[in-house]
């Protein structure tokens, strides 16, 4: 029979490899080939990132070692086998570490809490998180994670974050947009978020889209598969649309629909190092359909006085769409 970790199991072994490799790196002689595998095994989960984390903090109050410096030793270390020399016994810091660590992962454990960020900038992303959850971020974007036995919580904190929800009926999967909250079990939806509005839209399953904390006294908005929800001029709306279009990004295109003009420059800008610009604003309601690859807005753009009343011109970095 297959075996499956739980949360749990994988934060106590992340707990236990982290006390080991802590004791081994002390040693004079921690090889560089360790050290370079320590560096690995680090790097190749977020939950040992954490275990390692919480070692060195509890090891801090023992010897009063300020984390950067700890932290800048074993990146040295991994180039260059100098040992890390301890004030105590090697064998007795052992066994304070471990009973240390112990205390420290229980409560860690009793919460069953985790609190991780991601970040992108210049490329999109996929991260999976310890529920089993997935999510695709897009360019610029960013999300704070906290995992817990009887919650999952996600601040969107900027940008577009296409999220795959593990089943879980016990822990319902919420997304703080900073203007409401989208809250899920199992199901894949899409949260935008800039200056000036949030768009939520939703692929499969059901979400419902709660208003912002001061005004809970209005309804939640329920969605079903195809719908969107929109929040600007402080309220919220719900409309239909194409969701495998929304979500095209994701997959390296731009597919638009009748898209407003106004809309389809802001997608094609996320990419492309040459912007667009609307010379007027009776340019934003004209609307565009097609199938674009993303990343080059003057290819895209080529076609339009084709099929539309409008003329191009270069302006440095910018193409200017001016009416006809």
């Known amino acids: 029979m297959r075996s499956v970790l739980t949360s749990m199991d994988r934060v106590r072994l992340a707990r236990n490899e982290a006390e080991a490799w802590f004791v081994r790196l002390m040693s004079p002689e921690c090889s560089a080939a360790e050290r370079r595998s320590f560096e690995q095994w680090r790097a190749s989960s977020s939950v040992n990132e954490q275990a390692y984390a919480a070692t060195e903090r509890l090891w801090q109050r023992l010897d009063g070692m300020e984390a950067d410096e700890v932290i800048g030793r074993h990146a040295a270390a991994a180039l260059k086998p100098e040992p890390v020399v301890r004030r105590w016994p090697l064998a007795l810091a052992a066994g304070v570490i471990a009973v240390l660590v112990g205390v420290g992962v229980v409560?860690?454990?009793?919460?069953?809490?985790?609190?991780?960020?991601?970040?992108?900038?210049?490329?999109?992303?996929?991260?999976?998180?310890?529920?089993?959850?997935?999510?695709?971020?897009?360019?610029?974007?960013?999300?704070?994670?906290?995992?817990?036995?009887?919650?999952?919580?996600?601040?969107?904190v900027a940008g577009r974050a296409l999220f795959d929800v593990a089943h879980d009926a016990s822990r319902p999967f919420r997304v703080d947009t900073g203007r409401g909250e989208v809250t899920a079990l199992g199901t894949q939806f899409q949260v935008d978020v800039d200056a000036d509005r949030v768009v939520?839209?939703?692929?499969?399953?059901?979400?419902?889209?709660?208003?912002?904390?001061?005004?809970?006294?209005?309804?939640?908005?329920?969605?079903?598969?195809?719908?969107?929800?929109?929040?600007?001029?402080?309220?919220?709306a719900r409309r239909d649309v194409d969701a495998a279009a929304v979500v095209s990004w994701s997959s390296g295109f731009h597919v638009f629909s009748a898209t407003p003009l106004a809309e389809a420059v802001r997608e094609i800008n996320r990419y492309s190092t040459t912007k667009l610009r609307l010379a007027d604003p009776s340019l934003e309601s004209l609307v565009i359909s097609g199938n674009f690859k993303t990343g080059d807005a003057e290819t895209i753009s080529s076609a339009w006085p084709i099929v539309l009343p409008v003329t191009l011109r270069k302006d440095g970095a910018e193409i200017v769409i001016a009416p006809r």
Not at 141 to 150: A, F, K, P, Q, Y
Not at 221 to 234: F, H, W
């Open 107 to 156: 409560s860690q454990v009793t919460t069953n809490a985790t609190l991780e960020h991601y970040q992108t900038l210049g490329q999109s992303r996929k991260v999976t998180l310890s529920d089993g959850s997935e999510v695709m971020m897009d360019l610029a974007t960013g999300i704070d994670v906290r995992l817990s036995r009887g919650e999952r919580n996600i601040k969107l």
């Open 200 to 236: 939520v839209t939703l692929l499969e399953g059901a979400v419902s889209v709660s208003p912002p904390e001061a005004r809970q006294q209005e309804p939640a908005l329920r969605l079903a598969p195809g719908q969107q929800a929109r929040y600007s001029n402080s309220n919220w």
